[in-house]
């Protein structure tokens, strides 16, 4: 292996890690050597998750939490730290929800928050208590947001999720300047059409398959395997001075 690559006695949350993109992420974390904490909202499917990571081998913890809230957030990362070991050395804040495909004209209030109540404040709430973390232990780390295409494309009749996906790229990249001085670097992901429970929906449609799949260079689909690499490489000491990068990962879709 190379060795900036060995995770071995190094620790991760991921939110939203029971399903989709953070699942791939864990389940790659941990076959790098990485203890790894998932968090998700759905008890049942937590625990799924986590017995099927742990089936995998390495060591593997779980933990519900609502990260809209605040409070749940607070409780669960200082849970995390001591089921760690003491020690966070990463975290994803991967959790989100999609939108409804509202127009604008026809949006209620209820619906764009609770679209930014997970996607923005969520990202709030978790790099913050990271970041405090990681600024007490003084050893640095690795932040890392899962934004989306939408954050740099039009995303008609999906404003909302645009909005709350471009404000979490702009919010890592002012993090990024702010905290390289305790050497924790700060990095978003942008997911193309990705094969998950989220995305389901819109792939069971002809119309859309048919649309979007000329539009995709690489002609596939991605699979959440394709989030294993680049969550190894920017938890690793290979990333060391990568910061404030919103790196996209859509088989060549924003570029056609």
Not at 7 to 16: D, K, P
Request: net charge neutral.
């Amino acid at each position: 292996m190379y060795k900036p690559f060995d995770l071995s006695g190094r620790t991760a949350v991921i939110t939203g890690g029971n399903g989709g993109i953070g699942f791939g992420m864990a389940r790659a974390l941990l076959d790098s050597g990485a203890q790894v904490m998932i968090w998700g909202s759905n008890p049942a499917k937590t625990e799924a998750a986590r017995q099927r990571l742990a089936d995998g081998g390495g060591t593997v913890h779980s933990l519900v939490c609502d990260v809209g809230s605040e409070e749940a957030v607070d409780q669960a990362f200082a849970e995390s730290v001591e089921r760690l070991g003491g020690r966070v050395d990463a975290c994803f804040a991967n959790a989100g929800v999609s939108g409804k495909g509202n127009l604008l004209v026809d949006m209620s209030y209820d619906e764009f928050r609770r679209v930014l109540r997970i996607n923005l404040d969520g990202v709030f709430f978790t790099f913050r208590a990271a970041a405090r973390h990681m600024m007490a232990h003084g050893q640095g780390g690795s932040l890392v947001a899962t934004a989306s295409t939408a954050a740099v494309e039009g995303a008609a009749r999906n404003s909302h999720y645009g909005a709350s996906k471009g404000a979490v790229t702009s919010y890592c990249r002012a993090l990024a300047v702010e905290l390289a001085r305790y050497r924790i670097r700060v990095n978003s992901i942008l997911p193309g059409w990705i094969e998950t429970e989220m995305t389901e929906p819109s792939f069971s449609n002809p119309r859309f398959r048919d649309n979007v799949m000329p539009r995709i260079p690489a002609r596939r689909w991605g699979h959440i395997d394709d989030f294993g690499g680049v969550a190894v490489w920017l938890m690793s000491d290979a990333s060391s001075y990568l910061t404030g990068e919103q790196m996209l990962i859509d088989g060549g879709y924003t570029k056609f």
